[in-house]
Nanobody, 122 residues
Framework: QVQLVDAGGGLVQAGGSLRLTCVVS????????VGWFRQAPGKERAFVAG???????LYADSVKGRFTISRDNTKNTVYLQLNNLKPEDTAVYYC????????????????WGQGTQVTVSS
């Protein structure tokens, strides 16, 4: 059974940083694509960043240069470093895993974490 536990959210002032973690069990992150999505109130869930099994990374334009996704295969964990946070980054952040390549479409991901809230104050 594949399980994802995402954590690390919190309340931070604009310009601050957070690091989100996604601990995966039941599936090796080294052989999977792992992505981060976010959903703000009243909006659809949107792609934020992804890392493929060959360590290729993709980012949404809105977070390029501020967010960094990385992976620790020994801990079967994926991280999302959030720097220079803005109020518009406020959302629930979810990690997800799938076989194959990274997709922006959230319906194509197979397993999801429960979400972690990130709130950025101005």
């Amino acid at each position: 059974q594949v399980q994802l536990v995402d954590a690390g959210g919190g309340l931070v002032q604009a310009g601050g940083s957070l690091r989100l973690t996604c601990v995966v069990s039941g599936r090796a992150v080294s052989g999977s694509a792992v992505g981060w999505f976010r959903q703000a109130p009243g909006k659809e869930r949107a792609f934020v960043a992804g890392i493929s099994y060959i360590s290729m990374t993709l980012y949404a334009d809105s977070v390029k240069g501020r967010f960094t996704i990385s992976r620790d295969n020994t801990k079967n964990t994926v991280y999302l470093q959030l720097n220079n946070l803005k109020p518009e980054d406020t959302a629930v952040y979810y990690c997800a895993v799938r076989s194959g390549v990274i997709y922006y479409n959230d319906t194509l991901w197979e397993h999801w974490g429960q979400g972690t809230q990130v709130t950025v104050s101005s």
